[in-house]
């Protein structure tokens, strides 16, 4: 298993174990009820993460995944710039800073929280997170989009565009009923059940690039 492999293993499943053992500690000390977010928006993503102590794993946790977001762009980079034969260098670099924006964004949004949640700054949490979402949406339809004009031109860009098409269009399924849910001042528990999802896609589309990248390394002495 390559570097660039194990970044996209652990992108994946550090935030997302990181979720999933937060809602399970908060379901264990009674802070939720017992339920499957994905489907009945009984909670947040966030408010898993602030009670003590699952607001010091969640932090932790998720920060941490954020690092490995930052370096599976830069795996990105350099393997775009790897496979492609006209190595439109600005373009590759426009994209993987905006990727790298997004998950700093996700970093704020996540070092703002803590137990005292009356003294929380909502907006910067707020903003925050929804830039993240924002911008991963956008910059993974986009790479997305390069990896195809890049197979219409002969390069080998692995087995995985027709799962990130997937994943981006259903992304922006679920973008599109959070802004109606918006508008029409729905419970929050739907607006729940979308974050949980955009959450997994979002993850999801950076495990995806693990089989893409079995034969590349980011060093010859990897």
Not at 46 to 73: E, M, N, S, Y
């Amino acid at each position: 298993m390559t570097l660039p492999q194990r970044v996209a293993l652990g992108s994946f499943w550090l935030s997302h174990l990181t979720f999933w053992l937060t809602l399970a500690l908060s379901m264990a000390w009674g802070v939720t009820d017992v339920c499957i977010p994905y489907l009945t928006g009984c909670t947040s993503i966030t408010a898993t993460g602030i009670p003590d102590p699952q607001a010091f794993i969640f932090r932790g946790g998720l920060i941490a995944a954020c690092v490995l977001f930052i370096v599976w762009w830069y795996c990105m980079q350099a393997w775009l710039i790897e496979i492609a034969p006209e190595r439109p260098i600005w373009t590759v670099r426009y994209m993987v800073t905006t990727g790298i924006i997004s998950s700093i964004c996700l970093i704020v949004a996540t070092a703002v929280l803590r137990p005292d949640k009356g003294n929380l700054p909502w907006t910067l949490h707020t903003v925050g997170a929804a830039l993240f979402f924002l911008i991963s949406l956008v910059v993974q339809t986009r790479i997305t989009y390069w990896l195809k004009h890049l197979a219409k031109r002969g390069v080998n860009i692995g087995s995985s565009l027709r799962q990130k098409f997937i994943l981006v269009y259903a992304q922006w399924f679920f973008l599109g009923v959070m802004i109606v849910l918006q508008v029409a001042d729905s419970d929050d528990r739907w607006k729940n059940v979308v974050e949980w999802w955009m959450a997994l896609l979002i993850g999801l589309f950076y495990l995806t690039s693990y089989r893409d990248w079995a034969g590349f390394r980011l060093t010859d002495a990897e």
